[in-house]
C-alpha cells in the first residue's frame, strides 16, 4: 500500500509538471499567435422566442491551433488571463466582433439584429485602459455603441467595487450595453443590480437544463424572469437544447434564449447564411 501511494505521489507530480510545462508552452505559443492571427470568432445567434427571429449574437473565440487543432476557449483563456495576454487578444477580439458586425449591417442582413455581444473577462475590465480601448475599437469600425453590449460575469462585481463602478459606468457613458453573463452562478448578493448600470441578466444554462423535469429549476427561472421584469432588465436565457425548455420560456415571455436548440455557435459565413436565409421556426 505504500509503495502504492508513493507510485501515486509520483504519477500525480509527474503530471504537475506537464501541466506546468504544457502551460508554459501554450504562453509562449499564444504570444505568437495573436501576431499571427491565429484566432477565428464564431457567433451563436441570441433569438426572440416568441417569434423565433434572430435579435443578436455572441462572439465566441476559438484558436486554430497549427498543431494541436482548433482549441476551445476554456483551453485557452485562463492562461490568456493569468499571463495578461488577455489584454492583447481581447482587443483584437473586440474589433473584430465590432467589424463584423459592421459589416452584416452594411449587407442589409442585420435588420433584426441589434446587437453584437462580446465577453469580456475580469482582467480586461480591470485594466484602466480598457474603456479607450472600446472606444476606439466602436471607432476604428464605425460601429454604433448601442448595437455593442458586454458581457462581463457576475463574480466580477464582487471584488473592488468602486473600481468595476468606474469601469462600467465609462463604458456605459460610451452607449453600449452590459450584460450580467452566468446569472445566479455567483455567489454576490443581488445588491449590486442596483449599484451597477447592468441592463441585461443572462440566465446560466445550468438553470436551463433540466427546467423541464425539475419544477423547482423552473421556479427558480421564472423567479429570475419576474426579477429582470421589475428592474426592468432584459433577460437572456442560455443553453436552451429542448423543445419543451423553449415552450416554458416562451410561457414566461420576456426572455431572449441562446442555445444549441437554435443554433451552434457559427462561422462567419455560416452565420451570414443564417442571417440571409433567417432562423427556421
Ligand atoms: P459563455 O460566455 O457562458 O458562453 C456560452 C458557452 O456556452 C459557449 O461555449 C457556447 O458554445 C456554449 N453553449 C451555447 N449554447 C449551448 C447549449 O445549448 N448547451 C450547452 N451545453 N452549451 C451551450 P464556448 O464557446 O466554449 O465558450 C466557453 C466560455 O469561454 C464562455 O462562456 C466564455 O466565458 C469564454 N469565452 C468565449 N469566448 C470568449 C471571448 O471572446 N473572450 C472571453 N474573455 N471569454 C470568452
Ligand atoms: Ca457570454
Ligand atoms: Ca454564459
Ligand atoms: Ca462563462
Known amino acids: 500500500a505504500k509503495a502504492k501511494g508513493k507510485q501515486t505521489v509520483e504519477v500525480f507530480r509527474d503530471a504537475m509538471h506537464r501541466a506546468a ?10 504570444q505568437h499567435a495573436i501576431g499571427d492571427e491565429q484566432f477565428e470568432l464564431h457567433f451563436q445567434p441570441i433569438v426572440e422566442l416568441q417569434a423565433g427571429n434572430i435579435v443578436g449574437c455572441e462572439a465566441l473565440v476559438r484558436w486554430g491551433h497549427p498543431r494541436r487543432g482548433r482549441l476551445a476557449p476554456d483551453e485557452f483563456i485562463p492562461v490568456a488571463e493569468d499571463t495578461g495576454l488577455i489584454v492583447p487578444l481581447g482587443a483584437w477580439i473586440l474589433r473584430t466582433a465590432c467589424m463584423q458586425m459592421v459589416r452584416w449591417q452594411a449587407a442589409g ?4 439584429m441589434r446587437s453584437m455581444s462580446v465577453n ?8 484602466p485602459g480598457f474603456p479607450a480601448e472600446v472606444r476606439s475599437a466602436l471607432a476604428a469600425s464605425g460601429l454604433d455603441p448601442a448595437c455593442l453590449t458586454l458581457e462581463i ?6 471584488d473592488d467595487r468602486m473600481l468595476i463602478l468606474q469601469q462600467l459606468s465609462q463604458l456605459k457613458a460610451l452607449g453600449l450595453r452590459l450584460a450580467v453573463d452566468d446569472f445566479g452562478t455567483g455567489y454576490s448578493v443581488l445588491s449590486y443590480l442596483q449599484q451597477f448600470p447592468i441592463d ?5 444554462k445550468s438553470f436551463v437544463a433540466g427546467m423541464e423535469i425539475a419544477p423547482d429549476r423552473a421556479k427558480l427561472v421564472r423567479g429570475i424572469v419576474e426579477l ?9 436565457a442560455e443553453g436552451i437544447e429542448r423543445a419543451e425548455q423553449a415552450a416554458q420560456l416562451r410561457a414566461m415571455r420576456g426572455p431572449l434564449g441562446q442555445g444549441f436548440l437554435y443554433s451552434r455557435p457559427l462561422e462567419p459565413d455560416a452565420m451570414t447564411a443564417l442571417l440571409r436565409r433567417g432562423m427556421p421556426v
Open 21 to 30: 510545462l504544457e502551460r508554459l508552452e501554450l504562453t509562449g505559443e499564444l
Open 109 to 112: 442582413i442585420a435588420d433584426d
Open 120 to 127: 469580456v473577462s475580469t482582467r480586461q475590465l480591470r485594466d
Open 153 to 158: 460575469t457576475e463574480s466580477l462585481l464582487v
Open 200 to 204: 441585461i441578466l443572462k440566465i446560466d
Open 228 to 236: 429582470g421584469e421589475s428592474l426592468n432588465l432584459q433577460i437572456v
